[in-house]
């Protein structure tokens, strides 16, 4: 049986949603939502008084620094979005579970073998802006308290918190079976291999530690556990009401004791879940506790808070351009040291790898525009010795899968040359978004763009312009799939195939940038092996990306070993240069003996290439921006050169009946 975890995001609730069908049919273990669930903020116009070119800079210093941002140019112009309240959020939130297909996903499915076993799958996942209230959302949003409460009720949807519980049946039902056979209690109790406090009840939103700190105010990040070596065994008692939720192997976090508010700070003691066969997955939250965009011309300045916050901190010093909070940099830390898992998923809302365009914030948000955090997000995953992590991303209306490759920098000598060739590790990035509109459709979340006649300007716009810039921009950490790649994935298939995974084998995707501008998600399924050496060399992980059309292969494709993730085995594929790692080892000011230095795995393009590159770009969108108003100016000169020409034929006729 094929172990699999879906993900999506950027879906509008009143736009067609046609990809939960295939969702559902793909019957994965969770869904994860990456942000934008729904769009609860309003558009109203574009600021083209913010157009321009400036630095990027603290007040204090009022120089060019570390945590300088550049020069930054802000064009085309940012939106302008009117900021949702708590109850605006909430109804949209009550919009998307009102989509049917939705719903029937998160009710569930029973078991093809056994038709009175229920499983639904575990929903989680977490907020952008647009989920969030607030467009490209930060720490001054006047509601985030509120908007976090009401994202953690959209996960729980579907699911009662009744007496402590979760659905009343499936309580009853296992009170019940408790009576009837209490023996059955005490073996799995004593039995870690049974899921017994996830077989039959749902999550408790009440003790939900991301619950308690969106009470807080902290924000909704969190890490959930999924244990595949677990037993999916159903109630004892075959009139007993029998619902798996995540499929049995979701780890509730008391048992997981990776979440450091649940253990206190870092476990150091024993799990009693397989560290062969799990899966965690980190949501954090880039929007509650982040430091505001510039706007315009504005400079980024040192607040008092921010200050304190660090002068206290005896652990991390948070960034002064930050996403994530001194709290939840605390938490992630901790959360990583606690973590056995086989495979850590860490899920953003930002994209990570990317350096696209030089705008600021507010036109392209990633988290190059704030460096200092991404190398401390770098730093913290690749120093705290998590096995095989996988980064996860939404927000950019397309699915795209990029990598890095990073070395320690303690590896570079003088700045100038390396101690000795040093082993690289990969890090792989999976953004998928656009579940109701994308590049391939319309970039627009506005319904308006979707219907005639706007629909045929925006699809067109849409598809050319990313299109263009997918084949002029050096965008190096764009994984490239060869032929050879697809060979290895086949034999590794073909490999590990046998009877009870035959009918489950899928294979597809391009060769090629893998890229997909089409409405997407995406699927992570994972292979354990039961291998002597603890099974961490043997397994591997599938990454698909699925269009809307249903019963065909997927449109990307890509397998890694686990092995190959933890940087056990080299990954093919890298051609970056030892230079290049010095080139961004020196942008960086001499990067301290701790930190790693990340660069694409294509190596880094050449000063003209990009410059060029990014002219092309900004030419095909002006191009295309202007299209239809020169267009409609052409029309109008059209029809006035013809009432002219037809008041000139005229005047003649007229002169005649005078004359006569």
């Known amino acids: ?46 600021n083209w008084t913010a157009v321009g070119l400036h630095r990027v800079h603290d007040d204090e210093s009022n120089a060019t620094s570390k945590n300088d941002g550049g020069w930054r140019l802000t064009f085309p112009p940012p939106s302008i979005h009117l900021d949702a309240t708590p109850d605006i959020i909430r109804h949209w939130y009550e919009e998307q579970w009102g989509v049917e297909d939705y719903r029937r996903f998160v009710e569930g ?21 647009h989920d969030y209230g607030q467009n490209n959302g ?28 979760g659905e009343r049946d499936v309580c009853e039902a296992s009170q019940d079976e408790s009576d009837e056979n209490p023996s059955k209690d005490m073996e799995e109790e004593n039995n870690p291999k049974i899921m017994h406090s ?3 009840k749902s999550k408790i939103k009440s003790s939900d530690p991301m619950y308690q700190r969106a009470i807080d105010g902290k924000g909704v990040y969190g890490v959930q556990l999924f244990d595949f070596s677990r037993t999916r065994e159903g109630s004892s008692s075959p009139s007993s009401s029998q619902m798996l939720r995540g499929g049995g192997y979701w780890v509730p976090d008391e048992d997981a004791k990776i979440d450091p508010d649940i253990t206190g700070g870092t476990n150091t003691e024993d799990v009693n879940y397989s560290t062969t066969h799990s899966v965690a997955i980190f949501a954090l939250d880039v929007r509650s506790n982040k430091t505001p965009w510039p706007k315009g011309k504005q400079t980024i300045t040192t607040t008092t808070a921010k200050d304190d916050i660090r002068s206290n ?17 605390e938490w992630f830390q901790s959360a990583l040291a606690n973590s056995r898992a086989t495979v850590n998923i860490i899920v953003s809302g930002l994209q990570i790898h990317p350096e696209r365009f030089p705008n600021d914030g507010n036109v392209v948000e990633e988290w190059s525009k704030f460096p200092e955090a991404r190398q401390m997000l ?30 320690p920098s303690s590896a570079i000598m003088n700045g100038s040359s390396f101690k000795s060739s040093p082993q690289t590790r990969p890090l792989i990035e999976i953004t998928t978004s656009g579940m109701t509109h994308s590049w391939g459709t319309s970039f627009s979340s506005q319904p308006k763009n979707h219907r005639m006649p706007l629909k045929l300007y925006t699809y067109f716009v849409s598809r050319v312009f990313m299109t263009v810039c997918h084949f002029v921009c050096p965008w190096n950490d764009i994984v490239i799939r060869t032929v050879e790649d697809v060979n290895r994935e086949a034999d590794e298939r073909a490999a590990r195939q046998d009877e009870d995974n035959e009918k489950h084998l899928l294979s597809g995707g391009r060769t090629g940038k893998q890229y997909y501008l089409g409405l997407n998600f995406a699927e992570l399924e994972f292979d354990f092996h039961d291998e002597e050496d603890g099974g961490n060399s043997g397994g591997a992980v599938t990454a698909r990306i699925f269009g809307k059309q249903e019963n065909e292969p997927p449109k990307l494709e890509m397998r890694w070993s686990f092995d190959q993730l933890s940087g056990g085995s080299d990954l093919p594929g890298i051609t970056a240069k030892l230079h290049d790692f010095l080139t961004l080892g020196n ?4 990067p301290l003996e701790h930190e790693w230095i990340c660069a694409p795995h294509r190596g880094l393009a050449s000063i003209y290439h990009e410059y060029a590159a990014n002219i092309i770009a900004f030419l095909t969108f002006c191009f295309l921006f202007f299209l239809p108003h ?11 050169r013809k009432w002219s020409q037809r008041k000139d034929t005229s005047r003649p006729n007229e002169n005649i009946v005078h004359s006569n």
């Open 1 to 46: 049986m094929p172990y699999r975890i879906a993900i999506g995001s950027c879906s509008h609730p009143l736009l067609p949603q046609p990809l939960w069908k295939i969702i559902r049919a793909r019957q994965p273990t969770a869904f994860i939502w990456g942000g934008d669930a729904v769009y609860s903020d309003r558009f109203n116009g574009r």
């Open 109 to 129: 499915w029973y078991d093809a073998e056994n038709s009175t076993q229920l499983t639904r799958p575990l929903i989680y996942g977490i907020i952008d802006d």
């Open 138 to 165: 930060d720490l001054t949003y006047q509601y985030k308290q509120e908007s976090n409460l009401a994202f953690v009720d959209f996960l729980y949807s579907g699911v009662a918190d009744e007496n402590q519980c």
């Open 198 to 200: 996830s077989r039959t």
């Open 313 to 329: 901190s005896t652990s991390i010093n948070a960034p002064m351009l930050d996403f994530l909070g001194q709290h939840q940099w």
């Open 378 to 407: 770098y730093d913290m995953i690749l120093n705290s010795g998590v096995r095989s992590p996988l980064l996860v991303s939404g927000d950019v209306h397309m699915a795209q899968i990029m990598r890095k490759d990073c070395i």
């Open 587 to 590: 942008r960086y000011n001499a």
């Open 630 to 640: 020169g267009i409609f100016l052409l029309l109008l000169i059209q029809a006035r």
